[in-house]
T-cell receptor
Framework: DAGITQSPRHKVTETGTPVTLRCHQTENHRYMYWYRQDPGHGLRLIHY???????DKGEVSDGYSVSRSKTEDFLLTLESATSSQTSVYFCAIGGYGTFGSGTRLTVV | GQSLEQPSEVTAVEGAIVQMNCTYQTSGFYGLSWYQQHDGGAPTFLSYNALDGLEETGRFSSFLSRSDSYGYLLLQELQMKDSASYFCAVSSTDKLIFGTGTRLQVFP
């Protein structure tokens, strides 16, 4: 959707390697969210941010960290990727949640 | 904690009306929103209810009862393109938490 982009769109990585996903917005929204989506689980909140350097954990935060050094960018890092983190990752912005196109991450 | 319950699947025929329910448990409730997601795509925002009652947007209507912690999405004049997953989400303090979604299949 216009105003929010995620990169990369697809990534394959090996177990144990670090991975960073980027969410960039041009809407100047205060709120940004990272979700993962897996069959049968819907969208589960990993971390969220309510301002620059203001972040908090969601439902499934173990193994993930985030950073938000400026309003436009919200980074999600998997410090040491595991196969259980194979998923589709969505970033969303704003109170109603406008979503990016998603990143399909495969950990082999 | 927070939790939302949605039926996993609903089927209907073209031209019919379908109602998809959502019950929730949360603290700090601000409102209930609805999203549509086609296979392989990103969720897209449909509607938002902060107050009790019915909100109508074209063929889509959404209802909220705060006292019952319950809402529903109503789709009228169903079309084949409405086949998708539909998610409810609760806005609470700084967070947007999603249900597991209802998969709607529309048959000719």
């Amino acid at each position: 959707d216009a105003g929010i982009t995620q990169s990369p769109r697809h990534k394959v990585t090996e177990t144990g390697t670090p991975v960073t996903l980027r969410c960039h917005q041009t809407e100047n929204h205060r709120y940004m969210y990272w979700y993962r989506q897996d069959p049968g689980h819907g969208l589960r909140l990993i971390h969220y941010s309510y301002g620059v350097k203001d972040t908090d954990k969601g439902e499934v935060s173990d193994g993930y960290s985030v950073s938000r050094s400026k309003t436009e960018d919200f980074l999600l890092t998997l410090e040491s990727a595991t196969s259980s983190q194979t998923s589709v990752y969505f970033c969303a912005i704003g109170g109603y949640g406008t979503f990016g196109s998603g990143t399909r991450l495969t950990v082999v | 904690g927070q939790s939302l319950e949605q039926p996993s699947e609903v089927t209907a025929v073209e031209g019919a009306i379908v109602q998809m329910n959502c019950t929730y448990q949360t603290s700090g409730f601000y409102g209930l929103s609805w999203y549509q997601q086609h296979d392989g795509g990103a969720p897209t925002f449909l509607s938002y209810n902060a107050l009790d009652g019915l909100e109508e947007t074209g063929r889509f209507s959404s209802f909220l009862s705060r006292s019952d912690s319950y809402g529903y999405l109503l789709l009228q004049e169903l079309q084949m393109k409405d086949s998708a997953s539909y998610f409810c989400a609760v806005s609470s303090t700084d967070k947007l938490i999603f249900g597991t979604g209802t998969r709607l299949q529309v048959f000719p």
